[in-house]
């Protein structure tokens, strides 16, 4: 599967996280391609992914509690930089 690499508008950002969760947990991608999406992800685009130490509101809105458990296990350890 394929996402998109540079998201414009932090809804974007969100769609595609959402995407590559469900992908991942239909099996259609492994936990890698999912772990080097979100890093890509947070290094790239901090000011979209986070605010202070957690996710953005707007992205923890649109993708639920489910993935942002899965997205912060993903992260965890993870240095923020800004």
Do not use: W
């Not at 992914?49 to 992260?75: C, S």
């Amino acid at each position: 599967m394929e996402f998109l690499l540079y998201p414009t508008t932090v809804k974007m950002l969100a769609a595609e996280i959402i995407a590559a969760c469900d992908a991942y947990i239909s099996r259609k991608i492994g936990v890698e391609a999912l772990r080097e999406l979100v890093f890509h992800y947070a290094e790239n685009y901090p000011e979209m992914l986070f605010n202070a130490q957690e996710l953005n509101p707007t992205v923890l809105n649109r993708i639920g509690k489910k993935r942002a458990k899965l997205i912060n296990k993903i992260l965890e350890g993870y240095q923020y930089k800004f």
